[in-house]
């Protein structure tokens, strides 16, 4: 589904509140934060986690309204909720950042009236593929909500760039192309924050009043800028995303692509015999031979190393002190500049670091500032110890700023096997050549040293899972190039699905997928003549490279 523009008032200003118009009127309101995922849409924070990020930012409205300073810089949302520990909303450029990985995602304030769904708790959810449960953005949620208050059966989403209808009484969505099924519901949460401002008096798609043109938007504050977070564009308009047409990705709270269960017996799955098939398990996993979905055998090809794996590399470099990492990358500065930030803490590079209170070192003080070396971007050292040891701790570091990879980039993603197989049918957009298939196994198991709660259960949920490419030159790259990332444990991870809420489970990381052959209404499948460029630039961002390929 694509980002929708409706009931309630984005706000962009800041103020954090619209005034009131006359003709409009204005009621108590509740305020809502959403972050952006790829396709546009928006996706709200929980209510706990809204009512801490309220909070925060009505709290420095009232002290810079006594003070005449400017909004506080950042939020951290692990201060809400421990799983989004990683991440923190950058207030002035309406950004949220996670620490570990550098990714940004837009974030918006959007207020509903108290009346409304969201003044009452009230959540609609579609069931993902998974099995489990993913709430509508709030403007739809109160769209759904007026039309069962007022008793109608069925509501049409077009005017929210959705291509679907939702049967309230059956309570069931339905795409209008493909005519597949949903189940949704109805649920009961805890109400969205209230806030001191006022609500629009009207709902609906935003009209062209002066109150909904000067809050229609989500662009950045720009009370303070910054120089290295990127500003997102203005979200105001209702999207339709065809695809993965964005090179910004992943892990604003780690978004998945919806996974099959099984695909043996789904549309998309091929009934032609393979031509050939490759198996890599990983560095651990197993070896024995899996049968592919079309019956045809795939021995498992064990991957030969002549020396120590780079995997058990890595995990071995997180025994290296975290401050011994921070100085191999990083030179310090005797003099700092004068007006420049720290984008990891959004505080003066001239100050001490906002860490100071979180993260302690025997070497690295608060006001030591570093020059990564190739790159040369400047930052806290000691901001950037605690986002490495908020992070995989694999003796490499990523500049938050341009990305640049210091190091070999690995992941935390739990054994399994890698499986390649290909045959004679097109994809869409591809009628010249045949495609590859690339089958997942990974199974449920403990967590180690690496993971987030090691010696805990880990789920692994939808596998194996089934993946498709075009057999063409630069789809045979890409396939070699996730190789690399598989063996580098980079194509998956153990944390907290975005689709189910389920924590403890095996999601995606970062590289996205297509997991559907012959339809992209879901964003899934193909044709997306962007897909291929969009996957190499999400492989360069880890790390994975055309120079590995000549290692």
């Known amino acids: 589904m694509a980002a929708a523009q409706g009931a ?39 209510g706990n986690v ?99 208050a007022t008793n109608h059966q069925r509501v049409d989403l077009a005017p929210f760039g959705y291509n679907y209808d939702v049967d309230l009484v059956a ?54 800028s910054r120089h290295s977070v990127t500003n997102f564009p203005n979200s105001s308009a209702t999207h339709q995303v065809s695809g ?23 549309r998309s799955t091929p009934r032609l015999n393979a031509q050939s098939t490759w198996a890599l398990p990983q560095a651990g996993g197993p070896s024995t031979g899996l049968s592919a979905p079309n019956g045809v055998s795939a021995p498992s090809l064990p ?54 209170d979180a993260c302690e070192s025997s070497t690295i003080k608060p006001e030591t500032v570093g020059r990564l070396t190739n790159c040369q971007h400047s930052f806290h050292m000691l901001c950037v110890l605690a986002m490495y040891s908020n992070g995989n701790k694999d003796g490499s570091l990523q500049c938050p700023s341009c990305k640049t990879i210091y ?35 990974i199974s449920r198991g403990i967590q180690g040293p690496e993971h987030p709660n090691p010696g805990m259960p880990y789920t692994a949920r939808g596998f194996p899972r089934y993946c498709y490419l075009p057999d063409n030159e630069k789809g045979r790259k890409v396939l070699e190039l996730l190789k690399v990332a598989w063996k580098r444990r980079l194509i998956f991870t ?12 095996v999601v995606w990381n970062e590289i996205h997928h297509k997991t559907e052959m012959d339809t992209n209404l879901s964003g899934h499948g193909y044709p997306d003549p962007n897909y291929l460029d969009n996957v190499l630039a999400e492989l360069a961002a880890q790390g994975v490279t055309e120079d590995c390929l000549r290692k």
């Open 494 to 505: 153990v944390g907290t699905s975005s689709t189910t809420g389920e924590s403890n489970t």
């Open 407 to 441: 190091g070999e980039k690995t992941g935390t993603q739990p054994k399994g096997k890698m499986e390649v197989s290909t045959f004679p049918q097109s994809l869409p957009g591809h009628k010249d050549c045949g495609t590859i298939q690339i089958v997942y196994h």
């Open 8 to 46: 309630g008032s984005s706000v962009a200003g800041p103020s954090g509140a619209p005034a009131s118009v006359p003709g409009h009127g204005s009621t108590p309101a509740v305020a809502v934060w959403e972050w952006q995922d790829e396709f546009g849409r928006w996706r709200p924070y929980r």
């Open 50 to 148: 809204c009512s801490y990020i309220e909070q925060v930012f009505q709290a420095s409205q009232q002290k810079g309204r006594r003070s005449g300073s400017g909004l506080v810089s950042s939020i951290p949302l692990g201060h809400a909720d421990a799983v989004l520990a990683p991440y923190v909303i950058d207030i002035p450029s309406l950004t949220q950042f996670r620490q570990d990985t550098g990714t940004m995602r837009a974030v918006r304030r959007h207020l509903f009236p108290g009346s409304s769904a969201a003044g009452q708790g009230i959540v609609w959810e579609w069931q993902n593929d998974e099995g489990g449960w993913s709430p509508y953005e709030m403007s739809v949620c109160e769209v759904l909500e007026q039309a069962r």
């Open 171 to 224: 309570q069931v969505q339905t795409n209008k192309t493909t005519r597949f099924r949903r189940s949704v519901q109805r649920r009961l949460d805890s109400p969205y924050p209230v806030t001191s401002a006022s609500a629009p008096g009207h709902a609906g798609l935003g009209c062209s009043c002066q109150q909904c043109w000067l809050n229609g938007g989500t662009g950045p504050i720009t009370t303070r």
């Open 303 to 356: 991957v030969k190393m002549s020396k120590p794996s780079k995997v058990n590399q890595a995990l071995a470099a997180m025994l290296t002190e975290p401050e011994a990492v921070v100085r191999k990358y990083l030179e310090e500065l005797k003099g700092t500049p004068a007006d420049e930030d720290c984008i990891i803490c959004m505080e003066k590079l001239a100050s001490p670091s906002g860490y100071s």
């Open 244 to 266: 993965r047409t964005t090179s910004a990705t992943s892990a604003g709270v780690g978004f998945v692509p919806y996974n099959k269960p099984t695909l043996s017996a789904a």
